[in-house]
T-cell receptor, first 112, second 113 residues
Framework: GAGVSQSPSNKVTEKGKDVELRCDPI?????LYWYRQSLGQGLEFLIY????????KSGLPSDRFSAERTGGSVSTLTIQRTQQEDSAVYLC??????????FGPGTRLTVL | SQKIEQNSEALNIQEGKTATLTCNYT??????LQWYRQDPGRGPVFLLL?????KEKRKERLKVTFDTTLKQSLFHITASQPADSATYLC????????????FGQGTTLQVKP
């Protein structure tokens, strides 16, 4: 069956530009998570969606980061005015319950 | 703050031996711990979940223990194979009720033939 997909797989942008990262979760999974993984680091939680609402945004590092989810499915993570410290792999995961999370392959973001 | 620590040094072992990875946590008493495997350029893949009232969990060549007194989980791979080479992450659910996971930084295992 289809797993979690993310696009683009790689994104190179210039400092100050806005970027949008997309996540397609597994069909029927109501929970969706965004994480960030910097080089050699563990995963850092960003935001959690249950359906279309985001009850936990506590991990978003600044107001330049925002995310939305529509139709209880696709989610978009937007980073405005990108900075070099935003360079990382952004991972999306979906879940049917609060246990096993299914991760996508990630989007590698490089800010020059 | 809630913290989870794994040995950041890579673990190198010979094929056929048992690999043991350690995960320690502080400032929290999680109801369960999870272990994930991550290969280069890929997202983590779920392996095992162990609850606080379970001392040990097994799945094929994998075994996980959970010691709530020591605040530690051990992850064992028996009869290790080169294909087991990867980074292994432990995680627990944070104190919020959202299912968000707090991850350790992972331990890279290299199994040599």
């Amino acid at each position: 069956g289809a797993g979690v997909s993310q696009s683009p797989s790689n994104k190179v942008t210039e400092k100050g530009k806005d970027v949008e990262l997309r996540c397609d979760p597994i069909s029927g999974h109501t929970a969706l998570y965004w994480y960030r993984q910097s080089l050699g680091q563990g995963l850092e939680f960003l935001i959690y969606f249950q359906g279309n609402s985001a009850p936990d945004k506590s991990g978003l590092p600044s107001d330049r980061f925002s995310a939305e989810r529509t139709g209880g499915s696709v989610s978009t993570l937007t980073i405005q005015r990108t900075q070099q410290e935003d360079s990382a792999v952004y991972l999306c995961a979906s879940s049917l319950d609060q246990y096993e999370q299914f991760f996508g392959p990630g989007t590698r973001l490089t800010v020059l | 703050s809630q913290k989870i620590e794994q040995n950041s040094e890579a673990l190198n072992i010979q094929e056929g031996k048992t690999a043991t990875l350690t995960c320690n946590y502080t400032n929290y008493s999680p109801a369960y711990l999870q272990w994930y495997r991550q290969d280069p350029g890929r997202g983590p893949v779920f392996l095992l979940l162990i609850r606080e009232n379970e001392k040990e969990k097994r799945k094929e060549r994998l075994k996980v223990t959970f010691d709530t007194t020591l605040k530690q989980s051990l992850f064992h791979i028996t009869a290790s194979q080169p294909a087991d080479s990867a980074t292994y992450l432990c995680a627990f659910r944070g104190s919020s009720n959202t299912g968000k996971l707090i991850f350790g930084q992972g331990t890279t295992l290299q199994v040599k033939p």
